[in-house]
């Protein structure tokens, strides 16, 4: 009974790793907009 419990987990941390790798992936493509947003209309703003 031991085994089987200990590749579920196992297995759920796997996701739990995809997930917040994704997470992560998502948050860092997010912050790129914002920062190309920022520069955008920083240079809007200078002329």
Request: proline share 2%; net charge positive.
């Amino acid at each position: 009974m031991a085994v089987p419990k200990q590749r579920r987990s196992k297995h759920r941390s796997k996701l739990k790793k995809k997930k917040w790798i994704a997470k992560s992936v998502m948050y860092s493509k997010h912050s790129k907009i914002i920062n190309n947003l920022g520069s955008y209309s920083f240079i809007l703003n200078k002329r």
